[in-house]
């Protein structure tokens, strides 16, 4: 079997790269990864490193917007697990330019690229930013989509395309939507790393909303370890849409 993992140096790919070659699971046991990761300054090569030298594992830098790339790479794949993505709230707000690029145009010509090897399953990551904002009670996955911010638009438009992808061609498709995660290897600029390191130091927490907002948190752990079920759901008769979230 073979696994595309993009984004897989990131910080949740990264959980999910290591978890799978450690065994954690067995419906992917003795599967080869190819991480695919352009190696931004949210990617880094030291979130592989406890399984850098793993024979399983080959780690390709590029652009998930490189169609000829993507074209050699996916013969003979199995499984795609698509987590490369521009993710900062605020950074969209200041220019959402690359989150377009990155989150749709990208996840466009991955699919693409998916469809034309024939690929198994194709499992899209996806946030719960999608839903916008609710006063009170939580989302279900059927939720309509109302986006907030130029990034969480952006997904939006990446998770449509993905269904579109599975309705109009067939291709076995799971979209996975998770709620703040947080955990070793995150990028300090995200909301939990930022308020406890601010804690740390003795400086106020910046707040957004009211004094009553609040949202549910996600460790990386949970998250990775629940996408090897998403794969299952996914067939050519349906595509499928699932939350994840802390019990």
């Known amino acids: 079997m073979r696994v595309i993992v993009t984004g897989g140096a990131?910080?949740?790919?990264?959980?999910?790269?290591?978890?799978?070659?450690?065994?954690?699971?067995p419906e992917l046991a003795d599967a080869s990864v190819v991480v695919l990761d352009k190696f931004t300054y949210a990617g880094n090569e030291a979130n592989l490193a406890p399984v850098?030298?793993?024979?399983?594992?080959?780690?390709?830098?590029?652009?998930i917007c490189d169609g000829p790339l993507l074209a050699a790479l996916m013969a003979k794949t199995d499984l795609v697990v698509h987590f490369a993505a521009e993710s900062h709230v605020d950074r969209s707000i200041a220019s959402a330019a690359e989150f377009v690029r990155t989150n749709v145009l990208g996840t466009q010509t991955l699919l693409q690229a998916a469809h034309d090897a024939g690929v198994g399953r194709f499992v899209h990551v996806s946030t719960d930013e999608v839903y916008g904002t609710i006063d009170r009670g939580a989302w279900t996955e059927d939720e309509p989509l109302l986006?907030?911010?130029?990034?969480?638009?952006?997904?939006?438009?990446?998770d449509l395309m993905a269904v579109a992808y599975h309705r109009t061609h067939g291709l076995p498709v799971c979209v996975t939507r998770c709620s703040n995660n947080y955990g070793p290897y995150q990028f300090p600029e995200k909301a939990i790393p930022r308020f406890i390191t601010r804690l740390m130091s003795g400086q106020a927490v910046p707040c957004t909303g009211t004094a009553c907002t609040y949202g549910t948190g996600c460790t990386s752990t949970t998250t990775a370890g629940a996408l090897p079920w998403s794969p299952r759901a996914a067939t050519p008769a349906r595509s499928t849409t699932s939350a994840v979230a802390p019990s």
């Not at 399983?56 to 590029?62: A, N």
């Not at 986006?147 to 990446?158: D, R, T």
């Open 10 to 25: 990131g910080f949740i790919g990264s959980h999910f790269v290591r978890r799978q070659l450690s065994g954690a699971y």
């Open 52 to 63: 850098a030298d793993h024979p399983r594992l080959t780690v390709v830098p590029g652009d």
């Open 147 to 158: 986006p907030n911010s130029p990034y969480a638009a952006s997904k939006a438009s990446s």
